[in-house]
Nanobody, 121 residues
Framework: HVQLQASGGGLVQAGGSLSLSCAVS????????IGWFRQAPGKEREGVSC???????THYYLPESRFTLSRSDATKTVYLHLKNLEPDDTAVYYC???????????????WGRGTLVTVSS
């Protein structure tokens, strides 16, 4: 039974940082790669980043370079590190399992529950 659980969201002031976690169970890294997406109020869900089967194989889909990925194979967790947050980063952040990395949310095979990030100005 494949499960993904995102956590770590919260309220942060502009310029602050957060690390989001996506705990994965019931699947191996060879089965699914893990992507992060976000959905701001009134906007479509957009791709943020994705980590391939190999942890060095990372993709970032937003023009800014304020976000980074890391992974713990021991705990089967993929982390999205957000820094220098801006109010426009306010959104529900989701992790999803894909066959291959993609910024298209329609390519996600399995969604986890999202975690809300609110950035105050």
């Amino acid at each position: 039974h494949v499960q993904l659980q995102a956590s770590g969201g919260g309220l942060v002031q502009a310029g602050g940082s957060l690390s989001l976690s996506c705990a994965v169970s019931g699947v191996t890294w060879d089965d699914y790669v893990i992507g992060w997406f976000r959905q701001a109020p009134g906007k479509e869900r957009e791709g943020v980043s994705c980590m391939g089967v190999d942890s060095w194989n990372t993709h970032y889909y937003l023009p800014e370079s304020r976000f980074t990925l890391s992974r713990s194979d021991a705990t089967k967790t993929v982390y999205l590190h957000l820094k220098n947050l801006e109010p426009d980063d306010t959104a529900v952040y989701y992790c999803g399992g894909l066959i291959r990395c993609s910024s298209n949310s329609h390519d996600v095979r399995k969604w986890g529950r999202g975690t809300l990030v609110t950035v105050s100005s």
